[in-house]
């Protein structure tokens, strides 16, 4: 009865355009989440990527660490969390772990990367993480990135936002990021 409410409420959020905000609510026992895992050699991500539940007792199993505490985190922070145990752990040096909670919108990212994609948005997504989820690809211009938010069109220029961080924006749910080129 919980998920299908849960469910009902994520499908009302994204009619409402207010689905982002799902990735900043607190987990609970029974809400389902969507695992992946970066920055790990691929016999690993592989391990990682798939739906889990959070347990009656708050807690999601995790491979190679076993039992996190989940319930009470935002999904942002149970990522964090894992990712911390992982280095700790000695078990990764860098890795990228990303909790997606359904309802919380996409980010669209093509033209000059390896795989022009679709990625769930999480709330720290910048153009610069956007990018790099989808593989840089080599430019043949300018390194200019056109980012479309509610019909606005704002340009950036990679080769500067790559050297100061305060020009690496933050990107909404349903935005549109076009690399290179004069998409």
Excluded: H
């Amino acid at each position: 009865m919980k998920s299908s409410c849960l469910a009902l409420a994520a499908f009302l959020l994204s009619l409402l355009g207010l689905s982002g905000q799902a990735q900043n609510v607190a987990l609970r026992p029974g809400d389902t989440i969507t695992m992946r895992l970066f920055g790990a050699p691929a016999d690993y991500t592989a391990e990682f990527a798939g739906e889990y539940t959070i347990a009656i007792d708050g807690t999601v199993g995790v491979p190679e660490i076993g039992a996190v505490n989940a319930a009470g985190l935002t999904a942002t922070q149970l990522a964090r969390s894992i990712q911390t145990q992982l280095v700790q752990m000695k078990i990764f040096t860098r890795p990228v772990v990303e909790i997606i909670v359904p309802g919380a919108g996409t980010i669209t990212v093509r033209g000059e990367v390896r795989v022009p994609s679709v990625l769930q948005w999480i709330p720290d997504m910048t153009l610069l993480s956007a990018i790099d989820r989808a593989g840089r690809g080599g430019f043949s211009g300018p390194g200019k990135v056109k980012v479309r938010r509610a019909g606005k069109v704002t340009m950036y220029n990679l080769k500067k936002v790559d050297k100061d961080p305060t020009q690496n924006p933050k990107l909404m749910p349903g935005d549109e990021v076009d690399v290179g080129g004069e998409n």
